[in-house]
């Protein structure tokens, strides 16, 4: 589709898992692409991609718990969305030059196939060598876990982060349906890692152009902090 506008185009990147490694159903989660992307609509173009392209998996528990939601029961309806997503572009056909910044929504699709995915790694460290923003929330620092800077050290070695905490996870009771836990990664690869006083509070870090958010309650909070970042550099 062709703009005629000075708006710049966002890359959100879902998950195509639609099952944990207990065999349980998964996905991308409802608030956290729905509250980013109606905060980030007004300033900037947005594009989906995926593993595996068009539809990926709605993480259906996530649309129960958020029904009441004004912005994510929109989401579930608004057809410029709903485009959106049928015609998903694949990882590989992603130009990393097209976009300002990536974002990635969480819900534990993502923790299962972005994090080895060598197309989204690829991604990842385009954008961050680009010094373009890339931001994630709750299971969505995932996916960038094994992504790297020109000097072949991991984005997230030495700076501030957060992502699902630990204690988060075993509330959830989801702890053996990943293949690791996201904060126990994060401080793996050097991260110096955060998390709210009070499980599921909002918490939302940002090192120079790395934007991360804890939980569902910071998936708002990461957009904002976003389009702060890209209107101080634009």
Known sequence: MTHHDNKKKILFIFTSASKTLLDKPTGWYLPEAAHPYYTLLPHYHITFAAPLGPNPPLDQGSAEKFKEDEQCAKFLVDPTVKEKLDTALKLSEVNVGDYVAVFYPGGHGPAIDLPTDELNINIANEFFR???????VCHGPCAIVNATDAAGEPIVKGRTVTGLSNVEEEMAKKVKDVPFLLEDKLVEKGGNYVKADEPYAANVVVDGHLITGQNPA????????????LSATD
């Open 130 to 136: 680009a010094k373009k923003p890339v931001s994630a």
């Open 218 to 229: 910071s998936a708002r909070g990461v957009a904002e902090e976003l389009v702060q970042l």
